[in-house]
């Protein structure tokens, strides 16, 4: 396998033609990014003031009940709310006050907007304020909205990231540091830590943080690294506060994470021989895991439906890695500034698509017949009674993928269908 | 405005979906932001349905607000109906856009359609998905039908056989699948045919001919009562008012039917020949002595709960400790039937107080839903699933419906296997001191996997450990569960003796929680503030069992 080709600056000319597509959109909204945030910061709560929708899509999309009581809960907006026989303020401070008492432990509350919340211009960032106010120093009140109208599945979590960065200490020393970000795994993060480490990079902290009390710093020798693809708000506003964004593939397949750490490294003034040496050795790893499951995925034709914006990176690693070739790739939304260096990598005339009109884009699924579709749980039976092979998007969300470690898990999610299609005899 | 971690319905709206869903060529187009499209994977992935629900949503977003959503509206209006082609046509608001109130129902008129459009006005700020289904298969009926001007039927005719409808199925509802074919069965046996059923399996044509029949039979009054209301009261069409689950039910259901289809029973060889049931020999069986009395907790939407009330006091011979339901329309029923046992009905949705209602009562078998079974697993208390919310492994493949003779046998099973069985129960008592019956040794029950650093993560139900992405199953979760939030403890200042806890230790495991609370809640009641050997028989004389 050769190394993947990064151009520096994470920016190429050439441009992919792109299906724009507004219609139904058959996605989450931001909302349902609490179900991983939650995991990942265990001394923050998410009170979601919504509606009995927003609590049933969380339970739904959490699988009911993983806990008995989580650190999420739903503020259902009555009707007397509405009509504005009761103060939503005043509701909302109670609500708090009564969570607050029940759950001590709790150091950062996140007040997380919706639909219902933002159509009737319910002002969550006064409300928080004012209860950072009463509660201090004890609890942090952050807010940000999840609603649908203005977020997608994902960009949850983008939209509380951002709601952090202006708490992140700052660092005025102007000492280099790296700033990986993007919720992972606690034992990938860990991995990734401990080949930074050999590497000799010091101060490189993670963002999120386990605990939502201890934020990393902020300042001009930040070096700020995504590890997922869906954080350009939370990019931007780092930048704004002195980083220097990193662009790199993302960290996919033994390829991928590769050119990720190389890039990492590069921008820390690293020399290319010491990540190499490094690397070499869990690459080499990572390869003979892939080999199993390329034979089985090589030349097979994948159609993607927009999800988690996932999408770009992991067909970037279907076709390079895995010898896929890739009928559609949909993704909720296209954010060049930080999905460009896996787009430069895709192979020219690949059929990109943003946004989503799922009755047109069913269509061309259909017409298409591709081997195995990527999509959410919503459209995966269906296909599979119409005779398709579907892969579940959401598990790509919700497994460990990343890094050299994982890369054979994420190929083998691939071709588990497949491998299920040949077993079948009923 | 309320605070909840888990809720029992979903909006109105998803009601409303379940009853499209269970249709034939209807098509519900609903007006509502990006997002709400994840009610279709509980169709698809709980109930494993084939098809997606049909259901267009508009998923305006922020920017749409600003324009013109009501066009928005009508365009995804016009283009369902262009696609799907159906005989009719159901439109609505979410929760969010019932705020923007851009009248969907007016919108679609002005459409001009060639088919019935039915105008779902669901208030997502007051109801709940019961309602919600209720409702739009209420209005979807009166849309379709004709009325006469006076409520006149006339007698059947001799020689023909009684027709009935099946009111009330629904996708999402609890073992609706299984209970149509049972009931089926049951009327085909005692001569009745079933003309509609509905929703279930209905299309237009069919529930503008709902009034044809003789009679219905309404086995899910959650859903049915309204429409089956309507119709007696604009048709003069009976209706069935026993739910037929568990075996008393279904002979008086047995007995309804005759009375309304002019059967005589006696005749046909009797109420026997149709209600046969292996319930009543196994509830006899010397085994079944261990069951007597088994303080059980019953909660559920209410009409099965209720019904399973009557089973567990009548044909199990436990003992009701409680009976609740989170379906507010039906509290009065529930009231009513929680007064037979004693008790004082728990009507609630909120997922927390009915976990301190059981916590409080430590009953010894909960009956409840797929909440249930979590409040219950982290009490350590066996449980079995009587209604919905449910869980995908309560969409079994084999049949097992809760109606009719083979639901009486489906929930002996399904009630009784959790709890130890009589026969293990008097053997662990015999060999409880030999040294190699460890605690914790179970024949048939499932042992707890020792997993302690297991993270499990789920999506729609199906469970994986985070680190391998491998499913698990149920009971890991209940090991997270512990994880996560230790089981409470009764508060007590009383403090046990070592003689008094080594004592305790004798004591089989499956007994020795409640020997511990009982223990100390006599304690407590007293003011001692040490626990002795004899604190403990004291405590074991007066709670007795």
């Not at chain 1, 590890?227 to 220097?244: I, Y």
């Not at chain 1, 119409?386 to 691939?414: C, N, R």
């Not at chain 2, 089981?487 to 929680?513: H, M, N, Q």
């Amino acid at each position: 396998m050769t190394a993947l080709e990064v151009s520096p600056t994470g920016c190429d000319d050439r441009s992919l033609p792109i299906l724009r597509e507004r219609g139904q959109r058959e996605v989450f909204c931001g909302l349902t990014g609490i179900v991983w945030l939650h995991r990942k910061m265990q001394d923050a709560f998410f009170l979601v003031v919504g509606s009995r929708t927003c609590a049933h899509l969380i339970q739904s999309a959490a699988g009911v009940m993983i806990f008995a009581e989580p650190r999420f809960a739903t503020a259902i907006l009555d009707e007397r709310d509405l009509a504005g026989l009761a103060d939503c303020n005043d509701e909302l401070d109670r609500v708090v006050s009564q969570l607050l008492e029940r759950r001590p432990e709790i150091r950062t509350l996140f007040l997380v907007g919706s639909c219902p919340s933002e159509v009737i211009k319910l002002d969550l960032s006064r409300a928080a304020q004012r209860m950072s106010r009463q509660f201090a120093p004890r609890v942090r009140v952050l807010n940000y909205s999840g609603s649908g109208i203005e977020t997608t599945f994902t960009q949850g979590e983008d939209a509380c990231l951002a709601s952090l960065v202006p708490e992140l200490p700052a660092n005025d020393s102007g000492a280099p540091g790296l700033l990986v970000v993007g919720t992972l795994p606690d034992i990938v993060e860990d991995q990734f830590a401990r080949l930074f480490d050999a590497m000799g990079m010091k101060n490189v902290q993670f963002f999120p943080p386990r605990q939502s009390v201890t934020l990393p710093a902020i300042g001009s020798g930040t070096r700020v690294l995504l590890a997922q693809p869906f954080l350009g708000e939370t990019l931007r506003a780092l930048v704004k506060r002195g980083g220097t964004h990193v662009p790199a593939p993302f960290p996919l397949g033994a390829l991928g994470t590769t050119a990720w750490l190389m890039q990492a490294a590069r921008a820390c003034g690293i020399d290319a021989a010491t990540v190499a040496d490094v690397t070499a050795l869990p690459e080499r790893r990572a390869h003979t895991a892939l080999e199993r499951y390329r034979t089985q995925l090589r030349g097979q034709r994948v159609f993607l439906f927009p999800d988690s914006q996932l999408e770009i990176p992991l067909a970037r690693f279907l076709f390079h890695e895995l010898g896929v070739e890739l009928v559609e790739v949909g993704t909720p939304y296209l954010d060049r500034q930080t999905v460009s260096s896996d787009l430069d990598l895709l192979p020219a005339g690949t059929r990109i698509s943003e946004g989503q009109d799922v009755d047109a884009q069913l269509d061309r699924c259909r017409a298409e017949r591709p081997d195995l579709v990527v999509c959410g749980l919503g459209l995966a039976n269906p296909l599979e009674a119409e005779g398709m092979m579907t892969k579940w998007s959401i598990e790509l969300v919700f497994s460990p993928i990343h890094g050299y470690e994982q890369a054979g898990d994420l190929a083998e999610l691939f071709a588990r269908p497949l491998d299920r299609r040949t077993r079948l005899a009923v | 405005m309320k605070l909840s971690v888990w809720t029992y319905e979903g909006p109105p709206h998803v009601g409303a979906m379940r009853v499209a869903s269970s249709m034939r060529g209807v098509h519900y187009v609903l007006h509502a932001p990006q997002g709400d499209t994840y009610a279709d994977l509980l169709f698809t992935m709980i109930e494993r349905r084939n098809t997606r629900p049909p259901v267009t949503y508009t998923t305006f977003q922020a920017r749409d607000l600003g324009s013109d959503t009501a066009d928005l509206f009508k365009r995804a209006a016009a283009d369902a109906y262009e696609r799907f082609r159906p005989d009719v046509m159901l439109v609505g608001s979410s929760c969010t856009a019932e705020l923007i109130q851009d009248d969907p129902g007016g919108l679609a008129l002005a459409l001009n359609l060639p088919v019935p459009v039915v105008a779902l006005e669901l208030p997502a700020y007051q109801r709940k998905e019961n309602w919600g289904a209720s409702e739009t298969m209420y209005h979807t009926v009166r849309a379709l039908s004709v009325a006469p001007a006076t409520p006149t039927r006339a007698p059947r005719p001799a020689g023909q056989r009684a027709r009935c409808n099946l009111l009330g199925a629904t996708a999402l509802g609890f073992r609706c699948r299984d209970d149509i074919t049972e009931i089926q069965r049951l009327l085909t046996a005692l001569g009745v045919d079933v003309a509609v059923c509905a929703p279930q399996g209905a299309n237009a044509a069919d529930l503008a001919r709902l009034h044809e029949a003789d009679f219905n039979v309404l086995l899910y009054p959650e859903i049915g009562r309204t429409t089956a209301e309507w119709l007696k009261r604009t048709y003069a069409q009976p209706c069935t008012r026993t739910v037929p689950i568990g075996v008393g039910a279904t002979r008086d259901f047995v007995q309804e039917v005759a009375t309304l289809a002019g059967i005589d029973l006696d005749a046909r060889g009797g109420l026997d020949t149709f209600v046969t049931s292996n319930l009543p020999w196994y509830s006899r069986s010397v085994d079944s002595t261990y069951l007597t009395g088994k303080r059980v907790f019953v909660f559920g939407d209410a009409t099965h709960a209720i019904a399973a009330a009557r089973i567990a006091r009548d044909e199990l011979g436990f003992t009701v400790v409680g009976l609740g339901s989170y379906s507010r329309e039906q509290a009065r029923d529930v009231r009513e039937a929680a007064a037979l046992y004693g008790v004082e009905a728990l009507i609630s949705d909120d997922y927390l107080e009915v976990e301190a209602h059981v916590s409080a009562l430590a009953p010894e078998l909960v009956l409840g839903t797929q909440m249930e079974r979590h409040i219950a697993k982290r009490l350590g208390i066996p449980c079995a699933v009587i209604s919905g919310p449910f869980h995908v492994q309560d969409a079994p493949a084999r049949y097992s419906p809760q109606m009719g003779p083979e639901g009486t046998n489906v929930i002996f099973d399904a009630w009784v296997h959790p709890l130890m069985m009589g026969l293990e129960e008097h053997l662990l008592t015999m060999f409880r001191e030999d040294f190699e019956f460890a605690d914790g040794t179970r024949s048939h029950l499932h042992e707890r996997p020792a997993l302690a650093d297991t993270k499990a993560f789920s999506v729609t139900g199906v469970v994986f450990d985070e680190a391998s992405g491998e499913p698990v199953t149920a009971d890991v979760v209940a090991v997270d569960d512990m994880l996560e939030e230790a089981a409470p403890v009764v508060s007590t200042t009383a403090k046990w003796g070592p003689d008094a806890e080594r004592e305790l230790g004798k004591i089989p495991f499956f007994v020795r929680g409640k020997a511990r609370r009982n223990t100390e809640r006599f304690a407590v009641e007293r003011g001692l503030a040490v626990i002795t050997v004899d604190t403990m028989y004291e405590a074991k004389a007066h709670f007795g069992r």
